[in-house]
């Protein structure tokens, strides 16, 4: 038992020797720091951001470009292929909104589309990523407007289709707008009539009116001349401007009287010289025996009319 201890105490001792020996040895790499990561240092930018076009209508594109730009010494240059966050800040809303992550192209440069709802601010962020730091686009302010509406002047009617001198014409119709593949009434809105007058031009604006709530309106102006009458409704609010067919009118000359006063108690204008004697219901044409001697009570243009009156023709 003594000789085996007194053997096994040298070798334990060679033992720990050489692993203090291979410790020794493995020191100095422990001691050396592991790597670090890469750190983001490289400031980025966004150049040339642009979102429009400045007022666009609702439901149509607004188009967001720029490139992202990478600092190089006291300059900037392209960064390559880069992902982008696009961001749109609606009017009275906050914050922002994320709308999309886009890629950039090799020099950097993107440009996209969305669908525009409502006015606001367009806005986009390269995010940090490798040795790229995080940077934002100014913000570009999209005016969105509502979609314009087509509208139409329906059944519009102009007369009547002769009509005498000095009185009224009539003119109607109905404001419309497009609903779908359809045609619905307007509501309240301004129509303007037009006159254009045989061998003049341009047509003259005759007056303004307001419709009805159904788009429906109709007035009258005194007539003076043929010509073709039209009704426009001009843009207002969301509604496009549109015309009406034009309408003729022929204004003839009022007819000449028939009968009329004496001038005096025994004299008739020379228009109507057919005498007619009232208490005998008797006319007497110029050359007659007693035409100088009748005081007449009515006088005639034609016999015609002075039968129509009830009269009848003197015998001498």
């Not at 004496?262 to 007497?284: D, R």
Request: charge should be positive.
């Amino acid at each position: 038992m003594h000789t085996s201890t007194s053997y096994a105490a040298p070798q334990l001792r060679r033992i720990l020797l050489a692993a203090l020996a291979s410790l020794a040895l493995m020191l100095p790499m422990l001691l050396v720091p592991a790597p670090a990561q890469a750190a983001t240092t490289v400031a980025t930018r966004v150049s040339g951001f642009a979102a429009g076009p400045a007022t666009v209508t609702k439901g149509k594109a607004v188009t967001y470009s720029g490139q992202v730009q990478r600092a190089s010494g006291k300059s900037w240059v392209k960064t390559g292929a880069v992902s982008v966050h696009v961001y749109f800040d609606p009017d009275g809303t906050a914050p922002r909104k994320y709308v999309r992550t886009i890629k950039t192209n090799a020099t950097g440069y993107f440009k996209s589309s969305t669908v525009s709802t409502v006015s606001g601010k367009w806005s986009v962020t390269v995010p940090a990523r490798g040795s790229y730091k995080a940077s934002t686009s100014a913000a570009k302010y999209v005016k969105v407007v509502p979609a314009k509406i087509a509208t139409r002047v329906s059944s519009f009617a102009a007369g009547p289709a002769t009509v005498t001198k000095g009185k009224a014409v009539t003119y109607s119709g109905q404001a419309q707008r497009a609903s779908g593949a359809t045609w619905a009434k307007t509501g309240a809105v301004t129509v303007n009539v037009y006159f254009d007058p045989d061998g003049a031009a341009p047509k003259k604006l005759v007056r303004s009116l307001k419709t009805g709530s159904t788009g429906y309106f109709k007035a009258s102006t005194t007539s003076s001349v043929s010509g073709k009458w039209s009704a426009h409704m001009p843009a207002q609010g969301n509604y496009l401007g549109s015309y009406s067919a034009t309408k003729y009118v022929k204004v003839v000359a009022a007819p000449k009287p028939t009968v009329t006063k004496p001038i005096n108690l025994n004299t008739c204008p020379s228009w109507a010289p057919i005498k007619g004697n009232a208490s005998s219901m008797i006319y007497h044409m110029p050359g007659q025996s007693f035409y100088t001697r009748t005081n007449p009570e009515a006088c005639f243009a034609t016999e015609s009319a002075a039968v129509k009156a009830g009269y009848r023709k003197a015998k001498v």
